[in-house]
């Protein structure tokens, strides 16, 4: 019994050490599915107010599916601890639902600037991001967000492969179930 705690209170501890990624792309990715969300969403988690109402005004309103296309590429190094984060939008209609005149300003191909506030990461201005701007989003050549080097997949494989031996050895462990009783016929 005390294995079974043991190894279950390994499992809470890797489930936990795992939720705990904040990345400056996540947050910008999570911001903008939030908003795309209209009424729903809670991009206000994410960003500042004037950096969400110049991509959608009055994103309360909107109806869900404002935002055609959200795509988001791999951060780099900018002033003062913030990073650039590029980012694509593109919007599915003219933005009628949101029952606003005012149009976005926000540049449809962007950067995000991401700063820590609070121990978080957290979406502070846009600017606009040139051609010949390194950072891309994936569809211009930029990396996808989710690559990760040779290494930490080798490590995972090796670690999910020593879980399963674990799982195996617990198993093997349990005594045999005793066989039911037969039930005479008389």
């Known amino acids: 019994m005390k294995r079974l705690f043991a190894v279950a209170a390994l499992a809470a501890f ?14 910008v990715e999570r911001w903008l599915v939030s908003l795309n969300q209209g ?21 309360k309103t909107c109806d869900p599916g404002s935002l055609d296309v959200t795509e988001v590429g791999q951060h780099g190094a900018g002033p003062n601890g913030s990073v650039f984060v590029p980012y694509r ?3 599915a209609s003219d933005l009628s639902s949101c029952e606003t005149s005012a149009k976005p300003t926000a540049p449809l191909n962007g950067s995000a600037v991401v700063r ?16 010949s701007d ?10 996808p967000i989710g690559n990760a ?6 490590i995972t ?10 799982c195996a050895l617990i198993i093997r462990a349990q005594p045999e179930p ?9």
């Open 178 to 186: 005793a066989p039911l009783p037969k039930e005479s016929r008389s």
């Open 89 to 91: 939008i593109k919007y």
């Open 157 to 166: 494989l090796g670690a999910s492969a020593v879980l399963m031996l674990i």
């Open 116 to 131: 820590m506030q609070g121990g978080d990461w957290r979406v502070t201005a846009l600017q606009a991001r040139s051609a």
């Open 39 to 59: 009424k729903a969403g809670e991009p206000q988690k994410y960003a500042e107010p004037e950096v969400t109402d110049s991509v959608l005004p009055n994103w």
């Open 149 to 154: 080097p040779l290494s930490v997949w080798l």
């Open 134 to 143: 390194p950072l891309k989003v994936p569809s211009e050549g930029g990396e």
């Open 14 to 27: 890797l489930l936990v050490a795992c939720g705990g990624t904040n990345r400056p792309e996540g947050v």
